[in-house]
């Protein structure tokens, strides 16, 4: 629980801080960067996890150290929490504020609805509101705030559904391919698991980079459409992965790396996507608000979907019944969201989408600009 409280708190403010720094020029290359980072973590990660755990027993060093034969998964939480004190400690003395202390105060007490139609009313702006915002018209104040804040909902929900439908799969992959491959799993073990990931980081890391040439030309939300349709394709290829270790047991390898290959692949498209339309529907000054809020959503959403889908995939392997409903059907239920999150990408008006490729240009250029400079 301390642990998730942790990186509710450090993961919102980081985007949070990105978001205040950036503007529409520069944004996908500041969460580009949040994703870089995200991905060096997928990559070491769970190579700490896999490998550095159960150490008394695997390598003949540590078979002496009795804290490791009494706890033995200590020692990978050592290590990942020593990780997080040296980010706390470069945070504390490093980094400066990313405001100036009284630059976003709000004059309005009531940070849902103002009195006129654009948004809060705030002591500074420095952002004119664009055109694409909704009208408040309603003289109703809970429909004026469904009328104000329906983009901001609209983005949270497509994030809740990103991270829901990705932390199930990424925590029911571990579960399903440690089942012996009687029992439609891969048999693998913790060492394959680790080996997996790490392996995958590296696709990560790349895909990151491909991301933003990929992200200018179509724009962020036929990047999130792109994004939730190869999470879709991934979701229900997996679980048959088993039927091919069953025939061709030299295959599994390949086979789960393709499928691997692709969820990773679209996490940037999903997560970085969704990320940025959150904090562009997001008013002038509110960023840190709606960041927690679609964080702490997320999170919810990440804690329920493993509890929930773990129990599921247990029915599923004693119920006796086939396909769909089969160890097929967690899988089949994960893609379910992932297809809603494609569905719910039609529902941003027009401008809204024609927002981002009217600003490509400038992306581009601003881009263009950050490359020259890191070569000087």
């Known amino acids: 629980m301390g642990v998730g409280i942790d990186s509710l708190g450090s993961w919102a403010i980081a985007k949070s801080y990105v978001s205040d720094i950036t503007d529409i020029t520069n944004r996908t290359q500041g969460f580009i960067t949040l994703s870089v980072a995200w991905s060096f973590g997928l990559m070491f990660g769970p190579a700490v996890g896999g490998f550095f755990s159960q150490p008394a027993t695997k ?34 003395f490093f980094l400066p504020e990313s405001l ?29 509101l664009e055109d694409w915002r909704p009208k408040v018209t309603s003289k109703y104040k809970l429909v004026r705030i469904w009328q104000k804040w329906k983009l901001t909902f609209l983005a949270v929900a497509s994030y809740a559904l990103t991270a829901i439908s990705i932390i199930s799969f990424d925590e029911i992959i571990p579960i399903w391919s440690l089942l012996p491959i009687s029992e439609n ?34 724009g962020q939300i036929n990047s999130l459409r792109f994004g939730s349709l190869l999470l879709f394709i991934t979701f229900i290829a997996t679980p048959h ?3 091919i270790a069953k025939n061709s047991p030299t295959l599994i390898w390949p086979a789960i790396l393709l499928c691997a290959f692709v969820r990773i692949f679209a996490n940037p498209f999903c997560f970085t996507a969704a990320n940025i339309v959150v904090n562009e529907t997001a008013y002038p000054g509110t960023n840190g608000i709606v960041n927690g809020v679609a964080f702490a959503v997320g ?35 994960i893609s379910l969201t992932a297809l809603s999150m494609f569905s719910m990408s039609f529902l941003y008006p027009k401008n809204f989408v024609n927002h981002f490729f009217l600003n490509k240009k400038k992306q581009a250029e601003s881009m263009l600009q950050s490359l020259s400079e890191s070569t000087v």
């Open 59 to 92: 390598y003949a060093i540590f078979k002496d150290v009795q804290l490791l034969i009494d706890f033995p998964y200590v020692l990978p939480c050592i290590i990942t929490s020593s990780f997080a004190i040296i980010s706390g400690l470069i945070s504390v």
């Open 100 to 128: 100036p202390s009284k630059s976003s105060k709000v004059e309005n007490e009531d940070l849902l609805l103002s009195s006129d139609n654009s948004g809060t009313q705030y002591e500074e702006s420095s952002e004119p």
């Open 185 to 218: 799993g891969l048999d693998f073990s913790t060492n394959d698991l680790g080996t997996l990931w790490s392996i995958l980081g590296i696709t990560l890391l790349l895909s990151v980079f491909l991301y933003l040439p990929i992200s200018l030309r179509i």
């Open 241 to 243: 992965i088993s039927e």
């Open 299 to 333: 999170t919810l959403f990440k804690a329920m979907g493993p509890i929930v889908l773990s129990n599921l995939f247990a029915w599923s392997l004693g119920n006796g019944m086939g396909y769909p409903f089969n160890y097929c059907f967690v899988f089949n239920v």
